[in-house]
């Protein structure tokens, strides 16, 4: 074995080289198989500094910010947020409604979709209507957990709940109810996304 370490080979231009862990510089002991920079490499090294080479790409491209660029940040975070606000939905099952209430232990149905978000970290308006002018309108098609459904008469919004997945939502229905789980009772519903 020689006396001088091995290194691997740099990855782009001015990366410095670093030494190669033992046995894993594709040249094995008393091989005549060159491995050193600027000389043939053997199979085994190639594959790892094409390893290397790639993971250090992807790095560069996470560190550059290359997804939020192309907008998939945004729409990750838009979904980590309304998943967030579903979970802390849910977690007040039980909770009376009281009119006008917005947490932590009384709920309107606004004040429910409110107190949510907030806690997920996103400042919402007080009120259904006003929620839903806050929102980025979708279809049925487009529904995902944590997206708001609104209940409307004509163009007046009365009702709005969290959605939770196959076609159920979590809100504060009514005086004398409670925080609940229920199924949506009506097709008179718009969508919206909070993002």
């Known amino acids: 074995m020689s006396a001088t370490p091995r290194t691997h080979a740099p990855a782009h231009h001015g990366a410095q080289a670093v030494p190669a862990p033992a046995g894993q510089d594709g040249a094995e002991e008393g091989s005549d198989s060159p491995s050193h920079q600027g000389r043939r490499v053997g199979p085994q090294r190639g594959r790892l500094i094409n390893r290397v080479g790639a993971t250090a790409v992807l790095t560069a491209a996470a560190v550059a910010g290359v997804g939020l660029a192309l907008g998939l940040g945004t729409q ?104 609940r789980l229920e199924r949506i009772w009506t097709k008179s519903v718009w969508y919206g996304r909070i993002g």
């Open 76 to 179: 990750a975070d838009a979904a980590t947020l309304s998943a967030k606000a579903l979970r802390i939905a849910a977690a007040k099952r039980g909770a009376p409604y009281v009119f006008g209430a917005a947490g932590p232990s009384r709920f309107d149905c606004s004040g429910l979709v409110m107190w949510s978000y907030r806690k997920a970290g996103k400042n919402l308006p007080r009120t259904a209507q006003a929620q839903y002018n806050k929102t980025r309108h979708i279809g049925q098609n487009s529904r995902r957990p944590g997206d708001l459904v609104f209940f409307h008469r004509g163009s007046s919004v009365y009702h709005v709940g969290i959605y939770a997945g196959s076609g159920r939502i979590w809100h504060a229905p009514h005086r004398g109810a409670r925080v």
